[in-house]
């Protein structure tokens, strides 16, 4: 007899083990020649050399499945299980335009024509603008967009970012320390996050910097490599601003500039750096602009009939 000690990576380990390890239970019974004990992220074999390299396999492909839809049910087990492969792409059909799976499961991907455009661009083009109308789905597939990167080891980190400008509030006597009066300015962007990931996976690469998120003043002085950056509601930036962001960009690096000419919030005189840009930066190789329209919204549809009425 072997022993053999496994150790899982992965955050939300209760997912994969199911409401009250039935998960486990129902893996167990597939190996009935194998002592099976999960405590926290540890699990303890006892069995043959050839059956715990097995159970080896079997739980990797586990594994790549709830990593990759964050969700495992008693079906997707049997699937799995009875499968004669060691490749999950194999196994479970996928939909070619799902970018990735969110929270319980839930298939994201491209819906309206500028969407799907926005999901195009981005293999093609390191710097992309999506200039558009509130609820055309602009940020939430960068997000989405970028996270696929980070699943994919195409780059290192998430980084978010926004100016921090009020819409005709003043929130600076609001109590807390600095962070917590930025984070209403940020809130827009922890929603999208939360969205698409399960809350402990995001907390986890939130505490290990993999995806950050930070007031465009704060981008000043870095470089920015290995990453996926996102600045959203660029036409709160100033034209210097705007510059001091897109001269970040570092090696392996693409960048995505969001945001609505209709809605600036600057005050005075000051011009908007993300019609400045859009003005600037067409027809240059490496950048695309996708525009979007009241026929992109997917939100309620009564914002539609809003946007049409205000235009």
Known sequence: MTEKEIKLEQT????????NDVNMDYIRSFFPKVKIVARGNIIRLLGSKSELEYFEKKMSLL??????????STNDIKEIMNAETSNL???????????????????????????K?????????????????????????????????????LVQRIILSRPAVEAGE????????FKEKLDPYLQALYDALDDILPPKKLGSLMNDRIVQIAPLAYMRG????????????AQNSTVNQLKMFLTRMGENSKFIVTGDVTQVDLEGDKKSGLIHARNKLQNVDGISIVEFGEKDVVRHPLVKKIITLYD
Do not use: C, H, M
């Open 117 to 153: 455009r926005l999901v195009k661009e981005f293999d093609k083009s390191d710097l992309l603008f999506a200039i558009g109308p509130a609820g055309t789905g602009k940020t939430y597939i960068a997000i989405a967009l970028a996270i696929k990167a980070l699943k994919d080891k």
């Open 63 to 72: 594994l790549e499945f709830y990593d990759k839809y964050n969700k495992l």
């Open 222 to 233: 870095r470089t920015l490599s290995n990453s996926v950056v996102i600045l959203d509601e």
């Open 89 to 115: 792409g194999e196994i479970v059909f996928q939909d070619k335009e799902v970018l990735l799976y969110g929270k319980n499961g839930k298939p994201i991907k491209a819906k309206t024509p500028n969407q």
């Open 12 to 19: 939300g380990l209760s997912g994969l083990f199911g409401v």
């Open 170 to 177: 003043k929130l600076g006597f609001l109590p807390g320390d």
